[in-house]
Nanobody, 116 residues
Framework: QVQLVESGGGLVQPGGSLRLSCAAS????????MGWYRQAPGKRRELVAT???????NYADSVKGRFAISRDNAKNTVSLQMNSLKPEDTAVYLC??????????WGQGTQVTVSS
């Protein structure tokens, strides 16, 4: 049993910042990668940022220079610092964990709304 718990979502004005956090618990033996995805109304789920257990990162072009992903392998947590937020960043943000020789696990998602 693996569980992901997300926090940090909310309402913010354009240009503002939010920090999302995700904590994993349960039968975790070997993490391949963790990441953040988002899904807006009428759009398909898209990758925002990922980070491997070794620390290598990958970002969507739309968030490069504005978002930063970080992780603490010892605590099985991953965070997403979001700066200079835009209305088009509005979406449900979901945390994902990929385990070696196992499937993917997803959090329930947290709503981020960027609006005046």
């Amino acid at each position: 049993q693996v569980q992901l718990v997300e926090s940090g979502g909310g309402l913010v004005q354009p240009g503002g910042s939010l920090r999302l956090s995700c904590a994993a618990s349960g039968s975790i033996f070997s993490i391949r990668a963790m990441g953040w995805y988002r899904q807006a109304p009428g759009k398909r789920r898209e990758l925002v940022a990922t980070i491997t257990s070794a620390g290598s990162t990958n970002y969507a072009d739309s968030v490069k220079g504005r978002f930063a992903i970080s992780r603490d392998n010892a605590k099985n947590t991953v965070s997403l610092q979001m700066n200079s937020l835009k209305p088009e960043d509005t979406a449900v943000y979901l945390c994902k964990m990929s385990l070696v020789l196992a499937g993917d696990y997803w959090g329930q998602g947290t709503q981020v709304t960027v609006s005046s």
